[in-house]
């Protein structure tokens, strides 16, 4: 399955990306060099296997509570600045490419 | 100028603090004095934390004149990896589109640390958002290997270990996604240790692949390796993915004995591509472990050569989704004379990012999109459970796998940076650690005839980090006493 120069455009625009006519040639040319190799994936089959989005569900069971379930020590009490205060507006401006003291500020959005 | 003060380990520094015969301050500026001499060289730092270094340094020798209990990694002098968040000292990720962020808080491994009594030096070059094998992908240059200036370091953690190598650091913090940690231990010959996944808490550490990242210590010694997973282990309210699960007293578990340990050798990671210095003297390292009375059972790990493939699908694709937040709006560098948002996001990523994250984002995207995320993404998501049991079926019969850490010694500089795939395969034997979730240290074992350091891998189960560190320490000791 090669890309093509219409799915690089594609997925930069995905992306946020907008990479130059150089930048684009070479991802395509890498983009199919690991796609290629990555094809071996295809010689296992995996149709009775489960996938694995996390190293394991069981890794946050609280021991103290029983059928605790996975990850159930992360749960926690929905209160406003619950487990650390929020930061300040000023702290957390001081980042910011552009700011006017209260906002974040970028050009329009409307572009037409 | 490498002064007695600049090869201590943790132990030292401690003691030598306690008693009086240096101060906290004298060791912090001799370590500034050093860098300031050695790294223009190497390039291991990008940001010295003088001002906040040398306040902790005083609080400890406060505290040491009052003759109080001093904490366990009193005055130590350390280096952070530029990809965890530091307080008030600039935090880059070795990323154009950090190069000025000032982050509010602190990384929970980093405050943990210095609540420890650790004085934190500066943070360290790595391959812009811990992206890279041989730390040539930073925006602020590469890391040279100090063994070899012509050579790498390894990456992505590559400033950490380095800094380490050159006694610019006692120890450093590094983070794992893929090998991070362990490929530039191996490469600079230092220790190396990747915890569990959620052994250690993530929160402040700049996200790579959130199933992915570890942190974890590089250091001179086993035991120091120890005091530091003690020191930042254990779970962390602030981080969901932090495990609720016991932390043992790391450094005393070392010197139980090691009894008739079994120790698998998996035949797929001594196959074609290792090199024959590197096979060698992994070989002669697990002999001196069977000489310690451990016992080798040969084993299988069939689906290892899937590793990389599934590696750069997971991990690109958690990328591509982390990488989101660089927008040029709230905290990263914005394109100058945008006229519009869709402008400014496109030409900031563009401008903000070098060519392996673009390349990385690209991949991820399109793992994810539409009508290819079951063919790729959903794909490798099965396999990687097919190599987490591999590892199931393994730590039934063995209580540790040993291997190569890294099929070669450090290549040069350039040798690889035109050729992703090539780079990408420096990682074969140690990203199955990183997809099955559990620990892996790597230890010096030799050097190859140009004197290039070598490093071989242990790997645990699941929270299993004493055994790891016990069969780590027992052979550097053995070492240490041949030789």
């Not at chain 2, 692949?209 to 309210?237: C, E, N, Y």
């Not at chain 2, 981080?239 to 340990?261: C, I, K």
Request: with cysteine; proline share 5%; hydrophobic share 40%.
């Amino acid at each position: 399955m090669k890309i093509t120069e219409k799915d690089v455009a594609y997925v930069a625009d995905l992306a946020n990306l907008e990479l130059t006519a150089a930048e684009r040639a070479g991802m395509l040319r890498d983009l199919n060099s690991i796609l290629g190799y990555i094809e071996r994936l295809n010689q296992l089959d995996t149709s009775k296997v489960q996938p694995m989005a996390q190293v394991s569900g069981g890794l946050g069971v609280d021991q103290s509570k029983p059928g605790s379930e996975g990850f159930a020590c992360a749960s926690r009490e929905d209160v406003v600045e619950g487990l650390r205060k929020s930061l300040p507006q000023d702290v957390a401006l001081q980042n910011a490419p552009d700011a006017d003291g209260t906002f974040f500020r970028v050009p329009k959005v409307i572009e037409r | 100028m490498s002064s007695a003060l600049t090869n201590l380990t943790i132990g030292d520094c401690r003691s030598l603090i306690e008693k009086r015969e240096v101060t906290a301050l004298s060791l912090a500026e001799e370590y500034y004095a050093h860098i300031e001499n050695q790294d223009a060289r190497i390039g291991a730092f990008l940001t010295l934390s003088k001002e906040r270094a040398l306040q902790q340094a005083d609080r400890t020798d406060r505290m040491a004149v009052e003759g109080q209990l001093l904490p366990p990694l009193a005055g130590v002098p350390v280096a952070i990896k530029d990809v965890m968040s530091t307080r008030g000292v600039r935090t880059t990720a070795g990323s154009k589109s950090l190069a000025t962020y000032i982050p509010a808080y602190d990384c929970t491994a980093v405050a943990r640390l210095e609540a420890a009594g650790a004085v934190i030096l500066g943070k360290t070059n790595c391959d812009e958002f811990a992206m890279g094998s041989s730390n040539e992908n930073s925006a602020f240059g590469p890391v040279r290997n100090p063994r070899d200036r012509s050579r790498v370091p390894g990456g992505s953690s590559g400033g950490s270990a380095a800094a380490v190598a050159a006694d610019m650091a006692v120890a450093a913090l590094g983070s794992d996604t893929g090998g991070s940690i362990r490929q530039p231990a191996s490469f600079c010959g230092v220790i190396g240790l990747m915890p569990t996944y959620g052994r250690v808490s993530r929160y402040g550490l700049i996200a790579f692949a959130s199933s992915l990242d570890h942190i974890g210590p590089l250091t001179k010694t086993v035991k120091d390796a120890a005091t530091i997973l003690k020191t930042i282990a254990g779970r962390d309210p602030l981080d969901s993915t932090s495990a609720d699960v016991r932390v043992p007293d790391y450094v005393a578990e070392l010197e139980q004995p090691l009894g008739a340990l079994k120790l698998g050798v998996a035949q797929e990671y001594f196959g074609e591509g290792l090199d024959d210095e590197v096979r060698h003297a992994v070989e002669s390292a697990i002999d001196r472990l069977k000489s310690l009375g451990c016992e080798i059972v040969p084993l299988s790990l069939p689906h290892t050569a899937y590793a990389i493939p599934t590696y750069y699908i997971i991990a690109t694709a958690e990328a591509a989704s982390n990488l989101a937040r660089y927008d040029g709006a709230r905290y990263s560098f914005r394109a100058a004379g945008v006229k519009s948002l869709s402008e400014m996001y496109r030409r900031s990523r563009d401008q903000g990012f070098g060519a392996e994250v673009k390349r990385r984002i690209m991949l991820g995207t399109y793992a994810l999109s539409a009508g290819y995320y079951e063919a790729y993404y959903l794909k490798a998501q099965k396999v990687r459970t097919l190599l987490a049991r591999d590892f199931q079926e393994a730590f039934r019969k063995v209580d540790a796998i040993v291997t190569p850490t890294s099929p070669t010694a450090a290549f040069r500089l350039g040798e690889k940076s035109d050729d992703p795939l090539a780079m990408y395969l420096a990682d074969i034997y140690t990203v199955t650690a990183d997809l099955a979730g559990i620990p892996g240290i790597s230890v010096p074992c030799g050097e190859t005839q140009q004197k290039l350091p070598i490093g071989f891998q242990i790997l645990g189960k699941h929270f299993d980090e004493s055994t790891v560190l016990r069969i780590a320490h027992a052979y550097e000791q053995a070492s240490q006493t041949a030789s």
